[in-house]
């Protein structure tokens, strides 16, 4: 009979400490658990970097002229000589990325390009301060011939009207220019679809 | 051999019966002492959720809302404006929800708009739009002609800015040292007020407890609401403070985040801010929260006392709503009052919806 009592109260004494516990969770572990995923939703905002310093061409700027070889040797002109809109893609490949060809990218942009109705336009994407090899430069040249597009190699310390191509921060830097060689745009980190967008645009403004 | 009660198996049956309804009457105690405290307002009238512009709403041009962060309605046409993200423009809606036109075309020139993330339309109708991707404020007139632009750097990812009755632009900047930044129409800095005191050591952490939502009153006094410090400062014409309100106290909430860290022992990832967006209608702030709490939409007047709580709570003609409505950290609303009835537009940024909120009678 005394180990009923024993055993009665030990479960009393046990189930008692699973209540405290399960309140407790509920009053403050919970609320704790909460507070921190969205701590932790928040951490991107350490991320951002004031790019100000990029920004270095505004609407309506000249650029002066630049000879460019692309990589399978064919001499572009940005000057007034060339009487084509131009699109200038600048990528920052550092060593550790090494090259990496974004299919998904070049296909979403030779469909947007069909849209565009005036097909006079200059494709040039300039990889900055990389070293291709065999490989790489005969993929690049395959994807020149079918996407008429023209890929350069530009050094560490290319520069177009006082902007150095290693001062990039992010991924890319788009530069749009007029048959004038006059900036039409010029930003970072926008999507394709928004920059044919605006291509569109600035066609449709100048009557082209 | 004679068994004892404890070696028979159903008394352990018993037992594990015992506990199960012991656990479903208690476990749960905590949780209904908090509902009760929130629910202290159950007599406030309930303000019912109706599609405005709906997802699939095709404009006679073709386009459609893509991205919608937030609302703004006229005062002067009562035209509803609609700031969209990603088709990088304008659309301006009649109070009916008709679409009337589209301002501004994606690009970098003047009367183009590139990543528009917030607007204010000032008391005669303009509108103050600024870009994310162009980092500058354009402004159009209320017919949707561009007026002008001016370069902004903010590197905050949510920039928050006011237009006061005299046409002065309240911007908060806090890398210039000071909550609210005065800017003329031309762009010009007028005065700066309320020099940033530097509580952390951490500058990042600095910034980021100054940043916050600026407003000047008819009376002349600036106000900030600060997002990351939750409290509301308030300044008199020269600059001067006059009193510090903690948001807690004002909205009188009391049982939300107690244990939050001392500002000055704040590491780098433990920044949290409050997400909210503010409209000022006749010296009244009506602001609204994060939709976790009962009440989203507080009014305050110009002396920072609670005048009365919205209540957006689930029913059955919302409720599929409010697991969407959640406050993005950019999204902004507005507030419609006619004849003593008030109505809210909220967008659903996911969705691409703007929904109405109102008393149904």
Known sequence: MKSKWKFLINTILLLNIVYIGLFSYNRYIKKAIINNVKKNDVNFINDSKDNSEIMKFDYGDKIQNHILTDISCDTLYISNSNERFKYLEITNITPINDLKVDADFFIRFNVLRKNIKNKNILYIFLLGSMKIDYNDKRLLTKFQEKFDVHFVTVSNSFIINKYRVSNLYCGSFTILLDKNNVVRFANSGIQIETIFNIINNELNKNGN | ?361
């Open chain 2, 1 to 361: 051999m004679e068994t004892e009660f404890w070696m028979d198996k159903s008394f352990y049956r018993k037992i594990y019966v015992f506990m199960l309804l012991y656990f479903l009457l208690f476990s749960f105690c905590g949780k209904i002492e908090e509902d009760i405290k929130e629910n202290n307002d159950l007599m406030l009238p309930v303000y019912y959720g109706e599609t405005f512009i709906d997802v699939d709403y095709i404009f006679p041009n073709g386009d459609a809302l893509n991205k919608p962060l937030g609302i703004k309605i006229n005062p002067v046409t009562s035209e509803f404006f609609v700031c969209d993200y990603s088709d990088n423009c304008l659309y301006v809606f009649s109070p009916e929800g008709e679409f009337l036109k589209k301002i501004g075309t994606a690009g970098q020139g003047p009367g183009d708009l590139l990543m528009p993330k917030y607007l204010v339309i000032d008391n005669d109708g303009n509108l103050y739009v600024y870009e994310e991707g162009n980092r500058r404020i354009s402004i159009f007139s209320k017919n949707g002609r561009f007026i002008k632009f001016f370069p902004i750097f903010v590197s905050s990812q949510e920039m928050r800015f006011s237009v006061s009755n005299k046409k002065e632009i309240l911007v908060n900047i806090p890398e210039r040292g000071y909550y609210i930044t005065v800017f003329s129409i031309e762009g010009d800095v007028l005065k700066e007020i309320g020099k940033i005191e530097q509580i952390n050591k951490d500058p990042f952490i600095n910034k980021c407890l100054a940043e916050g939502i600026p407003f000047k009153d008819s009376t002349g006094k600036y106000y900030i609401f600060l997002e990351g410090i939750f409290s509301i400062l308030v300044f008199n014409e020269e600059g001067n403070i006059i009193k510090e309100y903690p948001f807690d106290e004002v909205v009188g909430r009391t049982n939300i985040r107690k244990s939050w860290p001392k500002p000055e022992k704040l590491e780098n990832a433990s920044i949290y801010q409050l997400n909210l967006d503010i409209v000022m209608k006749n010296d009244h702030f009506f602001i609204l929260q994060d939709i976790e709490y009962y009440e989203p939409i507080i009014e305050l007047d110009n002396n920072l006392t609670l005048i009365r709580k919205y209540k957006i709570n689930s029913s059955k003609k919302n409720s599929d709503y409010v697991n969407l409505f959640r406050l993005d950290m950019f999204t902004f609303f507005d507030i419609f009052i006619n004849n003593n009835e008030i109505q809210f537009y909220i967008p659903l940024v996911e969705r691409s919806e703007i929904l109405r909120f109102s008393l149904n009678k």
